[in-house]
């Protein structure tokens, strides 16, 4: 081996090397992402939903990864001395997920075998995509279910945050919001009859009702 093709080794390493750690910083920036969005409420919903399912899930994929290594097995062991797509167990798995996305040749599988094709496509179709696929997304739906039960279906959404956002930004170019806060009188007030608008005890909110028990227009 010459110095070149040393050099050029040691460069082809180092650039995978790399280009995982780039892989693997945009890995980070997604999880960073999603931990500043657990401040949106209906964002956190959704997380806590992924993970109050995880183990649910672990459980599922066990389930999964049985079921299809399986057929990927037998689909090597039927196909893979007559068709390129099943030679190996790699090119058998990578042809399963084709046929989740209907990426297959069904009439050259037939062609090899008619009648185990038949037992074989039926079998992981009704298995794979209309069993296991349809499980995993009631575990999710039923674990966003349970957690939206406990967190009401009250909180803001992201939308109605930026309008908030929005009007906040305005009121700091009003004159008010040139003073950089209220006076003190409005802030207690507005505490005091967020508090208890009704409470015939609370002085603030008996003034804002008035004489007659409630405010008057102007």
């Given amino acids: 081996m010459s110095i070149i093709d040393q050099v050029w080794q040691i460069y082809f390493v180092q650039a995978n090397i790399y280009f995982l750690l780039i892989f693997l910083y945009n890995i980070l920036m997604m999880l960073r992402f999603f ?3 657990r401040g949106q409420p209906v964002i956190a919903v959704l997380l806590d939903t992924f993970t109050n399912a995880f183990y649910d899930l672990l459980h599922f994929m066990f389930i999964f990864t049985v079921v299809f290594m399986s057929f990927a097995f037998g689909a090597h062991a ?3 001395t ?3 797509e099943y030679s190996t167990i790699l090119k058998s798995v990578e042809s399963q997920f084709g046929i989740l996305f209907g990426s297959f040749d ?3 599988m037939y062609e090899v075998s008619p009648v185990i094709t038949m037992f074989f496509f039926w079998g992981y179709i009704i298995m794979v995509p209309f069993i296991l696929l349809n499980m995993l997304v009631s575990i999710v739906i039923d674990n966003y279910l ?6 009401h279906s009250s909180a803001l959404s992201i939308w109605a945050q930026l309008v908030l956002l929005y009007d906040d930004i305005l009121w700091r170019f009003t004159f008010e919001g040139v003073q950089k806060t209220a006076p003190l ?4 007030n507005r505490v005091f009859l967020e508090i208890d608008s009704l409470d015939r005890d609370n002085p603030v909110a008996d003034r804002g009702r008035g004489v007659w028990g409630f405010q008057p227009a102007r």
């Fill in 82 to 84: 007559s068709l390129e």
């Fill in 146 to 151: 349970i957690i939206r039960m406990m967190t």
């Fill in 185 to 188: 009188s409005v802030l207690m």
């Fill in 35 to 37: 931990k500043g969005f």
């Fill in 78 to 80: 039927v196909y893979g």
């Fill in 106 to 108: 069904f009439y050259a």
